[in-house]
C-alpha cells in the first residue's frame, strides 16, 4: 500500500541553490527519517527527526517536523553535482513495534553544475 | 564494519529456476529488511525478521521465501517467478525496530 506523499516529485537546481522537498505522513509517528539513493544503488540514510523533536540539522541538511500537520521538509543548502539522487521520506508509526517504515513517494533531484 | 552486503548483484533467471540473494551484516543489529523496488517508485516491504524470527510478511506471494540462517544473513529464496518479479531487491539491518536501516546495494532481478 503506498504511503506519504513527497512534492515535489522532481526538481531541477543549479549548484550553489538550495532544495527543498516536502512529505506528509498519514499516523502519528516516533520518528521521521530521510534518505537518499543514487540511480539503482541502496538507500543511505541522510537524518532522523524524532516526534519531539521541531528541527534538526546536520551539515548542508535541515530538516524540519510539523507534527500537527503531519509534514516534514528536506531543505539542501548550498547544493552540488553530487546531491543529483532520489530523496525518500520514512515515517515510523508509534503503533508499530516491528520498525516497519511508510516511505514516500520520493522526489528526484538534479544538480547541474 | 558499517555495511550490508548483497549478492549477487545481477541475477537473471527463467520462470522455472530456483534461485537464492543473501544479504550480510556485521554490525550486531538484530532486525533485518527485505525490499523490493521498482524503477522511479519507493521501496516496498516485504518481509522483516527481529531476531531471527519472521516478525512481518507483507502478503507476498509463497514464490518468495525469506530465511534467517543467523543474527548476520537474511536469504530470499525464489522459486517460479514472473517477468512482473523483476526488480531491484534490497535488503536492510537496523540495530532496534523503528531506527534508521542500514541499507545493502541491492541485486538487481530480471525474470525472463
Known amino acids: 500500500s503506498q504511503q506519504g506523499e513527497e512534492d515535489p516529485q522532481a526538481l531541477s537546481i543549479q549548484e550553489g541553490e538550495n532544495a527543498t522537498m516536502n512529505c506528509s505522513y498519514k499516523?502519528?509517528?516516533?520518528?521521521l527519517q530521510w534518505y537518499r539513493q543514487n540511480s539503482g544503488r541502496g538507500l543511505v540514510h541522510l537524518i532522523l527527526i524524532r516526534s519531539n523533536e521541531r528541527e534538526k540539522h546536520s551539515g548542508r541538511l535541515r530538516v524540519t517536523l510539523d507534527t500537527s500537520k503531519k509534514s516534514s521538509s528536506l531543505l539542501i543548502t548550498a547544493s552540488r553535482a553530487a546531491d543529483t539522487a532520489s530523496y525518500f521520506c520514512a515515517s515510523a508509526s508509534e503503533d508499530d513495534s516491528w520498525g516497519k517504515l511508510q516511505f514516500g513517494a520520493g522526489t528526484q533531484v538534479v544538480v547541474t553544475p | 564494519d558499517t555495511e550490508v552486503t548483497q549478492t549477487p548483484k545481477h541475477l537473471v533467471m527463467g520462470m522455472t529456476n530456483k534461485k537464492s540473494l543473501k544479504c550480510e551484516q556485521h554490525m550486531g543489529h538484530r532486525a533485518m529488511y527485505w525490499y523490493k523496488q521498482k524503477a522511479k517508485k519507493p521501496p516496498e516491504l516485504m518481509f522483516v525478521?527481529?531476531?531471527?524470527?519472521?516478525?512481518i510478511n507483507e502478503s507476498v506471494p509463497s514464490r518468495f521465501s525469506p530465511e534467517c540462517p543467523n543474527s548476520s544473513l537474511l536469504n530470499l529464496h525464489l522459486h517460479a517467478l514472473q517477468p512482473e518479479d523483476s526488480a531491484l531487491y534490497l535488503c536492510?539491518?537496523?540495530?532496534?525496530?523503528?531506527?534508521?536501516?542500514?541499507f545493502g546495494p541491492g541485486t538487481r532481478l530480471t525474470v525472463l
Open positions: 499516523t502519528s509517528i516516533n520518528n
Open positions: 536492510a539491518s537496523s540495530h532496534n525496530n523503528g531506527n534508521e536501516q542500514f
Open positions: 525478521y527481529s531476531y531471527e524470527k519472521l516478525s
